[in-house]
């Protein structure tokens, strides 16, 4: 008889799009949560608000990777990823939560600590209309894209 070898679950992934969609391109990190929960994938959770709130610290700390995604008004284009760790200090104001101080938030009072990163997918115009500039929408698909490959990729790799 064969031993039977337990495999690891997959990563808990979340995806946190946040800005205001009635604002152009303000609107891309709601729009690329929108396609990520798309895929329907296991183990895969999108989320969208218009702002980040101290509670979303909640959520965060329930998984094992957290993509925190934005527009960007400056920038590379299409976008810019980088790493996040906690803050030293936590520092909020009503309308202000930076992802840093979230994950703090997470870490000191729910036990989370997830990896986790910033995508700030950048933008051009961000007026009073509720449609996305061709030009964002161009650095969408391209973020899109690349989020995508990289779930599948760490799919792949728990399953084999």
Same mark, same amino acid.
């Given at each position: =008889?064969?031993?039977?070898?337990?495999?690891?679950?997959?990563?808990?992934?979340?995806?946190?799009?946040?800005?205001?969609?009635?604002?152009?391109?303000?609107?891309?990190?709601?729009?690329? /949560? +929108?396609?990520?929960?798309?895929?329907?994938?296991?183990?895969?959770?999108?989320?969208?608000?218009?702002?980040?709130?101290?509670?979303? /610290?909640?959520?965060?700390?329930?998984?094992?990777?957290?993509?925190? +995604?934005?527009? #960007?008004?400056?920038?590379?284009?299409?976008? @810019?990823?980088?790493?996040?760790?906690?803050?030293?200090?936590?520092?909020?104001?009503?309308?202000? +939560?930076?992802?840093?101080?979230?994950? /703090?938030? #997470?870490?000191?009072?729910?036990?989370?600590?997830?990896? #986790? *990163? =910033?995508?700030?997918?950048?933008?051009?115009?961000?007026? *009073?209309?509720?449609?996305?500039?061709?030009?964002?929408?161009?650095?969408?698909?391209? #973020?899109?894209? =690349?989020?995508?490959?990289?779930?599948? @990729?760490?799919?792949?790799? +728990?399953?084999?």
């Amino acid at each position: =008889m064969s031993p039977v070898t337990a495999s690891a679950p997959p990563p808990r992934v979340l995806v946190l799009g946040y800005g205001n969609p009635g604002r152009q391109d303000d609107g891309l990190g709601p729009a690329l /949560a +929108v396609g990520i929960d798309e895929l329907g994938c296991p183990n895969l959770t999108a989320l969208d608000n218009y702002q980040l709130n101290i509670e979303d /610290a909640i959520d965060v700390a329930a998984h094992d990777i957290v993509w925190f +995604v934005d527009a #960007a008004k400056a920038g590379p284009s299409p976008y @810019a990823v980088h790493e996040l760790s906690p803050a030293a200090s936590i520092e909020f104001t009503s309308h202000i +939560v930076r992802p840093e101080a979230i994950l /703090a938030i #997470a870490l000191q009072c729910y036990g989370g600590s997830p990896q #986790a *990163f =910033m995508l700030a997918i950048r933008g051009y115009e961000f007026e *009073f209309v509720e449609e996305l500039t061709p030009g964002a929408e161009h650095n969408l698909r391209d #973020a899109l894209a =690349m989020l995508v490959e990289r779930i599948r @990729a760490l799919q792949a790799t +728990v399953l084999s």
